[in-house]
DNA sequence: CAATCCTGATTTTTT
DNA sequence: ATCAGGATTG
């Protein structure tokens, strides 16, 4: 058989097992990927149909780039999809029986938060600490735990003490407006498959074989989901790494994968331990690393790539200086050794480290890509006109319907949104039905006063409304975004603010575009499919351009992924591991599990960087090196001297390197760009021209001509954050 | 109801 | 330091 070409035996046995439930324990760079293509293909072959088939994977990119992979391969489709769009497929089809419309909205967490702060409203309740985050976070666990309201109790705090009736309120609220939220799609599936045999059967009928991706990272609702469906055929292929297992905070539990083998009897089990990826002096700390862990079990992981360099440690004086470092670093690597921007990565345990590296990156002319973060989808005008396809696609979504009724502003406020929402739920009428009942001044039992502006405005706001619905019968998908953001006036509302009027009208004629691609790469295109997708998709997803540029992004988002050249920064206590994680023995494990990903991410070169202040919370803080720094045995580990001085290398040192750096950048590395007579901008004393450059006892010293004041002084470039104009 | 100012939190990771 | 949300004022 073709495929199982260049495949090792423990690969080929995870390939030819067909029937049976069978546990891939797949090494970081295992050649997992590949197993599981290979694994579809050969099903294929053996006659079965790829309508049996159904992959599960943890991102909808990771679910897009099989499926890619496995149609190249064989020429077929087969369904692969994330935990969630599964869960909204199957609700799509058969949510009726749970009292839902099918053509139900998903809300995004900030649509979640503005639903719960109603709730939290409406209870009367005033505590200023009685925060939506808190409630959603409990909501969230429940639904993960399979809970409805009706299954939760009241507990001690006084947040546990209103937990179960913010709960109630919330979901009898969703339940009202045919909204769903992120668990509600794991949740409410469950619930289904699990009440309605008729409906369960139905779908295991339908794929008789799956295929779970990143099964260590599954919770409890994803679990049972799995087990419902294959509990008639039993054909199971899970495949993960407990090693790997970095999303217990959000409810994922490692004893999925632990347990497999009690869950599913007669299991097979097969491990994946040679590594393709990294060299084994990277591998091997990583091994030792995670060989701290104490609920483990263990593995032997070796790689046959040839030792590699060492890991390099470098300490920075502050977070600007390791900033500096990777980027000449990162500098040096696509100058000297011709390896290109995108294949070199910077990975940080929090979002918010990103930014003194964008800092530095920018100054330096370096292209870099922030992966993850703000996503497109959340941006305002984004979400704003989502919000108006929203309100098209279901009448009854009060949350879209607050989000647009005052763009553009039509006096109708807070207040009065809220005596709208009351009045509709007492009718039992949607919300539209309710506005066009208002607005015609038919009899009403709960009427509202409405201003003659704010009847005006209502009145508009529904015809932009019909118009809209009217267009999406009877034009293509382009055309209702279009009119969406012309029928709403919104281009003129953005022009209000000048400084950021291209950027979001840039981001509109984005969401045009993929409205475009989507509409043509789609067999059935409808609005309700769009915006299901859209909601879908995550910031990863967005993995856009193939410009060459670094990248920068949490440790979280790069699993799954390769570099030659690896980054990680930012190694110190409190942070990575993290602050939050210090009094808990699990959490600290997790937070080592993180480190261990983010190592494994590296085929060549990988670089750890500490700094030894940071200004962290305000002010700035001292740092302490991370214990994950000493438990990586020395012998893998070069230790690279730290602060400026690492500009400086002496003559006499060894490493080729640096002194190729150093000529190539004709003096202080992060520096370079200013140069004698240039006019400079320092913070304190203002514009100045550069008279003398020398080197003084702390380093580069320039002696300056202010204007400001027409005097000399001496510079310590290390301190003073010149800029060149 | 809308605009402006002020305060206080905010920084863990996200399908 | 920045930003969101709240309070205050028009």
């Given at each position: ?49 790829s ?25 077929s ?15 799509r ?21 503005k ?28 639904k ?10 009241k ?15 919330y ?5 009202e ?106 591998l ?47 500098a ?55 919000a ?109 603010d ?7 009208k ?46 920068f ?51 060549e ?27 990586i ?51 304190e ?41």
């Amino acid at each position: 058989m073709y495929h199982l070409k260049g495949l090792n035996e423990a690969q080929q046995a995870a390939v030819e097992t067909v029937e049976g439930p069978i546990l891939v324990l797949a090494g970081a760079g295992s050649g997992k990927t590949r197993v599981v293509t290979y694994r579809i293909a050969n099903l294929l072959e053996l006659g079965i149909p790829s309508s049996k088939i159904l992959g599960v994977t943890f991102t909808n990119k990771a679910a897009g780039e099989m499926q890619e992979r496995v149609r190249t391969l064989t020429q077929s489709n087969v369904l692969i999809s994330t935990f969630h769009s599964l869960g909204a497929r199957i609700l799509r089809e058969s949510i009726h029986v749970l009292g839902y419309k099918s053509q139900f909205s998903i809300y995004d967490e900030d649509d979640t938060y503005k639903l719960l702060k109603a709730c939290i409203d409406d209870l009367a309740i005033t505590d200023k600490k009685m925060e939506p985050k808190a409630f959603k976070q409990l909501i969230s666990q429940a639904k993960n735990n399979l809970q409805g309201p009706e299954d939760c109790e009241k507990g001690p705090s006084p947040l546990e003490e209103l937990f179960p009736s913010v709960y109630a309120r919330y979901q009898t609220y969703l339940q009202e407006y045919h909204a769903l939220d992120f668990d509600d799609l794991l949740y409410l599936t469950v619930k289904l498959l699990r009440d309605h045999p008729e409906v369960l059967e139905n779908y295991q009928n339908r794929w008789a074989f799956l295929l779970i991706d990143e099964y260590q990272d599954t919770n409890q609702a994803q679990y049972e989901m799995v087990r419902l469906l294959v509990a008639r055929s039993g054909n199971i292929c899970v495949v993960g790494d407990p090693d790997q297992s970095i999303y217990s905070w959000r409810g994922a539990n490692i004893k999925n994968i632990l347990n497999f083998e009690m869950d599913f009897p007669g299991a097979k089990v097969v491990r994946l331990e040679q590594n393709y990826r990294s060299r084994s002096n990277i591998l091997e700390a990583a091994n030792a690393l995670i060989g701290f862990n104490f609920n483990r079990y263990e593995k032997n992981l070796w790689s046959d790539l040839g030792p590699g360099e060492k890991i390099k440690h470098f300490t920075g004086d502050t977070e600007q200086d390791e900033a500096r470092f990777v980027a000449d670093r990162i500098a040096y690597y696509h100058d000297k050794h011709k390896i290109p921007l995108k294949e070199m990565v910077v990975f940080y345990r929090t979002n918010s480290q990103s930014r003194v590296f964008e800092d530095r990156f920018l100054f330096k002319r370096i292209p870099y890509v922030i992966i993850g973060g703000i996503s497109f989808y959340q941006r305002r005008e984004i979400k704003d006109i989502l919000a108006f396809l929203k309100m098209v696609h279901s009448s009854s979504d009060f949350i879209s319907f607050s989000r647009t009724i005052n763009i553009p502003k039509r006096g109708i406020g807070e207040a009065s949104i809220e005596k709208i929402r009351i009045g509709a739920t007492q009718e039992g009428l949607s919300i539209i039905d309710f506005c066009e009942k208002l607005v015609r001044g038919e009899s009403l039992m709960f009427p509202i006063k409405l201003t003659p502006k704010q009847r005006q405005g209502l009145t508009e706001y529904l015809n932009i409304i019909n118009e809209l619905k009217r267009i999406s019968k009877d034009c293509s998908l382009k055309e209702v975004v279009i009119s969406a953001i012309e029928q709403s006036g919104y281009l003129k509302i953005l022009a209000e603010d000048r400084e950021t009027f291209d950027d979001r009208k840039g981001n509109l004629d984005e969401l045009i575009t993929k409205s475009i691609e989507w509409e043509l790469a789609t067999e059935s295109p409808s609005l309700g499919a769009f915006l299901e997708e859209l909601s879908l998709k995550s910031t990863l997803d967005e993995t856009s351009s193939e410009q060459d540029r670094v990248n920068f992004m949490t440790i979280h988002n790069g699993k799954g992924l390769e570099f030659p050249v690896v980054f990680i920064v930012g190694m110190e206590e409190d942070l990575f591991p993290h602050a939050n994680s210090r009094d808990s023995k699990e959490a600290i494990e997790e937070e080592r599990r993180l480190c261990y990903v983010g190592m494994t991410r590296a085929k060549e070169y990988l670089y750890l960087a500490d700094a030894r202040t940071r200004y962290l919370w305000g002010t700035s803080r001292t740092q302490r090196p991370s214990r994950f720094l000493k438990e990586i045995p020395s012998k893998y580990v070069e230790k690279l001297r730290s602060g400026i001085s690492a500009a400086y290398p002496r003559r006499s040192r060894q490493n080729e390197e640096f002194i190729e750096e150093i000529d190539q950048t004709k003096g202080a590395v992060g520096f370079d760009e200013i140069v004698l007579g240039d006019a400079v901008f320092h913070n304190e004393f203002g514009v100045g021209i550069v008279q003398e450059m020398s080197q003084g006892s702390l380093g580069l010293t320039y002696k300056i001509h202010f204007s400001k004041g027409n005097d000399t002084k001496s510079i310590v470039a290390k301190y003073a954050n010149l800029k060149k104009l």
